[in-house]
């Protein structure tokens, strides 16, 4: 056994952030950035960099959030327009829906898939009585979720679409975490949260909760610690899980 466990005696309940720790989507979302930005971004500033930008700006914010957390970076801000601004409008409405057409063009063309360590991973916890969630802030989320054949493993989705009517602040905020946990009636102490984006893991440890892990697929942990990891691992392969969650 290694140091990198879920111990079913404490958690009774695993919440999944699904772009890049369920979904192999993270980077679809960072490519549709990096080809609308970089459209708006020449002439004005460098290039979009998905490995650093992406990473610090982007990932894990709702999409008008994230776009806004980038532009500020580079010191530019644009009007935020109406959400029927047309795709590519130089506005925060008009960005964000070039970025959401050119994400659906890529998914249409090539699917979606899941990670099999975590496929493996939900099984397992499922088998021991553990009960799971996926949360995203995309308003694709349960159809992504559907499309990669893993929706049969979760016992609750909450995405973008709950978030917008409920009026849920993004992440770092918790709130979707903690709506997860609510639909469980589990409270956040006894659940664990898996993210592999940074504002996911403030959000875990802001939320409170039991256990918090972080999957590094840029090379960032020791900034996932500070922001709240608990563990932090390469890949869920690398996760174990002990024990059973007791019958009650």
């Not at 970076?73 to 925060?92: C, H, K, L, W, Y």
């Amino acid at each position: 056994m290694n140091g990198h466990a879920i111990d079913l005696s404490a958690i009774g309940a695993v919440v999944f952030d699904s772009d890049g720790v369920v979904t192999d989507t993270a980077r679809v979302h960072a490519a549709a950035w990096k080809h609308v930005f970089d459209g708006f971004l020449r002439g004005r500033s460098a290039p979009f960099d998905i490995r650093a930008d992406y990473v610090r700006h982007v990932d894990g914010r709702p999409r008008l959030d994230g776009l806004r957390t980038f532009l500020a970076s580079r010191g530019i801000t644009v009007p935020a327009g109406s959400p029927d601004d047309e795709p590519g409008t130089p506005t925060v409405h008009g960005l964000g829906r070039a970025k959401d057409l050119e994400f659906q063009a890529q998914v249409d063309k090539y699917g979606v898939a899941a990670f099999p360590s975590a496929v493996a991973l939900l099984h397992e916890l499922r088998r021991r009585g553990c009960r799971t969630a996926a949360v995203t802030s995309s308003t694709h989320g349960r159809r992504l979720i559907t499309g990669a054949g893993v929706a049969h493993l979760f016992d609750l989705v909450v995405d973008g679409n709950d978030a917008a009517l409920m009026n849920l602040p993004g992440k770092p905020d918790p709130a979707l975490f903690l709506e997860a946990c609510r639909r469980l009636d589990l409270p956040a102490a006894r659940a664990a949260v898996v993210e592999a984006a940074l504002p996911g893991l403030e959000a875990g440890r802001k939320g409170g909760f039991g256990l918090v892990v972080a999957v590094d697929r840029n090379g960032r942990a020791a900034e996932m610690r500070e922001l709240g990891a608990d563990l932090v691992v390469g890949d869920l392969s690398e996760l174990e899980v002990r024990g059973r969650v007791p019958v009650s």
